[in-house]
């Protein structure tokens, strides 16, 4: 099994550093891949991403939750939405997302859409692999 990062990543990267096999991935290109990505066959679930996460993004796969109620103020980034947002990573290098909505206190949103796109990233995705 693996962990999942979810549409609530804003790719602050401070996974990536902290990773023992080296198997999370920033999307690319950004506009059609814009979250951070688990490689599955590289991952060893030690969930030392996960703390490291500010923005609570990221699960086990079997813990996805279908029913995400928001705080309120948090974004999620998919493909198929069109807000911005801007801010900064875990070194303070720009983010520029064009595929944001702002959630609202209360909404519920299902993040298990998130786990094909996981899979997808490294089964169907532009050629970019934990290999590269």
């Known amino acids: 099994m693996t962990h999942i990062i979810t549409s609530l990543c804003l790719r602050d990267s401070g996974c990536v550093e ?14 059609e891949w814009p979250m951070f990505y688990i490689d599955p066959d590289t991952c060893i679930d030690c969930g030392a991403c996960v703390p490291e996460c500010p923005y609570a993004a990221i699960f086990p796969e079997d813990e996805v939750p279908a029913a995400y109620t928001a705080k309120g103020g948090e974004f999620i980034s998919r493909i198929d939405l069109v807000g911005d947002y801007e801010g900064t990573n875990h070194h303070g290098d720009k983010v520029v997302l064009k595929t944001v ?3 609202a206190a209360g909404e519920v949103v299902d993040l298990t859409k ?9 089964s169907k995705g532009p050629g970019y692999s934990a290999k590269d």
Request: glycine share 4%; with cysteine; hydrophobic share 30%.
């Open 18 to 31: 902290v990773c023992p096999v080296e198997c999370i991935m920033p999307g690319k290109p950004v506009e």
């Open 114 to 122: 998130d786990t094909p796109a996981n899979y997808d990233y490294f």
């Open 101 to 103: 909505k702002k959630l």
